[in-house]
């Protein structure tokens, strides 16, 4: 079903498309003016050119619009080098950002939210960007999936300096307004740049383009090379600590990053690799659990990162936020960028409902689209009570503009799971179940909506269907670990405490990045009076997960329990890391200090 015109392919590659899907009978009524990007893609409907043709009289002002969706890129003149010289040019004036947005509807890894919005308009008013996330990019903002560009422009340079698209390519044309270096000597002076003395290959060979080291490109379906648009400068030795690629070495195959780091060391000095690179703090992100959020939340809040970066870094930070942390979310809340309103949103998901009603019901009425649907999903469940009456009635119009932005996307199986959790937020069990078995109807191997169903069945007291349920998708998908976890669950529950245990161990193996299955596992086992093998399974958990707090206090208490508080102190000091200045890990500090 994934391979399917309507689905995934129309709306980019035809102009004016309305998908046209019916959810009652599974089928298309898909309409489009043109299978093309033709000139009212980006430049609004046509009809309005005609209206003004009618009336218009000559001599045209050259200030009218015409009727049209103009889109400003003034790519010849806008960048003009100082009198004096300098490294490279600047621009007279901002940006288009309409023009910029126009380009990023199609051009960035996204959701749709609405099909019919402007030309022009903030990417967030009609879609949902993807972020600098796994697996789409690596830690270091580098693609790794196709992404489609957008999100690796947005976290240049050129980009704060008001750099466009149209800047470097001619969109009727289908081509860059120069070839090679000729491109990037236009901004970047030649004697600087284009020669031997900084890019150190030689004159003509493919490392003297700027390209292939500045924008190393990478084969998606097999022949389409797609540059990455990050324009970065190459750092191999991230390519040691984060894991991620370097233009160097991906053009010497046969090479090491500690070969390229030399070369570089000898060429420029080592101070190229002391510069600060945000893909350090997102890379803790991911691997450092709770410690990462006093990093996280700073690079949030950092004037220096572009906002893509940013909203980034706030979306990771998501699982760690602490009662603590509510100044700070709502100080990005406020945050000019509708991309960091949509993160600061997901940052105060999990505190109560009276905190989040006071800090996100007044974005129920923005003029973004997609922060007030995420206001509307995050105060899904706060009760009537603690929202005013124009806040109640902003939330179900909110609220209305997310159903619809689902409903169209009714085919997609992702799309009904969401609409379920929205029900079951709401409170409305029968309506999320059913929008869970849609979602199976369409794809009987997303175990998502397995997990999800399952866990309906859980709270209106029907485990019995819920087992029938995991069995059956376990039957399609043996190896998918959620199924299994949430298996195991379900027989503790029953008390088939065996049974249970040889699927918490299942779903342990199969996702050893997964930090909550080992806990759990660890936990079982710890119930069933194998605490032996519990602290084997913790302790190799916490290996793969460090500062996970689950992991490091279950740790601390076992070890307590077993009568060696003194081995129980690098947990416990982990968790003061984590969460330093706190009154509770003091203590437990100095209980261990003093018993040991």
């Known amino acids: 079903m994934y391979q399917n015109w309507n689905l995934q392919c129309a709306a980019c590659h035809s102009t004016n498309l309305k998908k046209g899907y019916d959810a009652a009978s599974n089928t298309y009524k898909t309409t489009f003016s043109e299978i093309n990007v033709a000139c009212e893609a ?329 922060v007030r649907v995420e206001a509307a999903r995050v105060l899904a469940d706060v009760g009537d009570d603690q929202l005013s009456a124009d806040q109640r009635s902003n939330r179900e119009k909110a609220t209305n503009e997310y159903v619809d932005s689902l409903q169209q996307d009714a085919d997609w199986p992702t799309a009904n799971v969401n609409l379920g959790n929205l029900r079951s937020r709401q409170r409305r069990p029968d309506e999320a179940i059913a929008a869970y078995e849609r979602a199976l109807t369409l794809d009987p191997r997303f175990a998502g909506a397995y997990v999800n169903l399952a866990d309906a069945y859980r709270q209106q007291g029907r485990d019995a269907e819920g087992e029938k349920l995991l069995r059956r998708g376990l039957a399609l998908l043996p190896r998918a670990p959620d199924l299994h976890h949430v298996l195991g669950l379900l027989l503790v529950r029953k008390g088939e405490k065996g049974a249970a245990l040889k699927e918490l161990a299942v779903a342990a193996k199969l996702a050893p990045d997964n930090a909550r299955y080992s806990y759990v596992y660890g936990v079982g086992l710890h119930s069933a009076g194998r605490r032996g093998e519990a602290l084997t399974v913790l302790r190799a958990a916490e290996a793969r997960h460090p500062y996970d707090l689950e992991i490091l206090s279950t740790l601390v208490s076992m070890i307590r ?24 890990v003091k203590r437990l500090l100095a209980e261990l200090e003093k018993a040991r």
């Open 42 to 370: 980006c430049h609004g409907p046509g009809s309005r050119h005609l209206e003004w043709a009618k009336l218009a009289r000559p001599p045209y002002s050259q200030q009218s619009d015409k009727g049209l969706v103009v889109l400003k890129s003034r790519w010849n003149e806008a960048w003009k080098f100082a009198a004096t010289g300098g490294a490279s040019a600047q621009r007279d004036r901002p940006a288009d950002a309409a023009a910029m947005n126009t380009c990023a509807a199609c051009h960035a890894r996204r959701s749709t939210i609405t099909e019919s919005g402007t030309p022009g308009a903030p990417l967030e008013d009609t879609h949902r960007p993807a972020l600098l996330t796994a697996p789409n990019y690596y830690a270091d903002g580098q693609q790794r999936e196709e992404v489609y560009v957008w999100s690796s422009f947005l976290q240049t340079r050129m980009y704060q300096r008001g750099v466009t698209c149209m800047d470097c390519h001619e969109p009727h044309a289908l081509k860059l307004r120069a070839d090679g270096n000729a491109l990037c000597v236009r901004c970047h002076n030649a004697a600087a740049f284009d020669t031997e003395k900084h890019h150190f290959h030689k004159a003509g060979t493919k490392g003297a383009q700027c390209v292939e080291c500045h924008m190393p490109a990478q084969n998606y379906m097999v022949v389409d090379a797609r540059r990455d648009h990050g324009i970065r400068s190459p750092r191999p030795d991230l390519s040691l600590s984060l894991g991620s690629p370097n233009a160097c070495t991906q053009c010497h195959t046969d090479r090491k990053p500690a070969w390229a780091i030399a070369a570089m060391d000898q060429w420029y000095g080592k101070s190229w690799r002391e510069r600060w690179h945000y893909g350090t703090t997102l890379h803790a992100g991911v691997t450092q659990g709770a410690k990462s959020l006093s990093e996280l939340l700073a690079l949030a809040e950092d004037a220096m990162a572009t906002p893509i970066v940013k909203a980034t870094a706030a979306t990771l930070a998501q699982p760690y936020m602490r009662p603590g942390n509510l100044p700070a979310a709502r100080k990005l809340l406020a945050n000019v960028d509708p991309a960091m309103r949509i993160a600061a949103l997901g940052l105060i998901e999990s505190f109560e409902p009276a905190a989040r009603a006071q800090s996100a019901a007044p974005l129920l009425a923005d003029p973004v689209r997609g």
């Open 561 to 584: 329990e077993a009568g060696k508080p003194g081995d129980a102190l690098p947990y416990a000091r982990k968790i003061a890391e984590a969460l330093p200045g706190d009154p509770a």
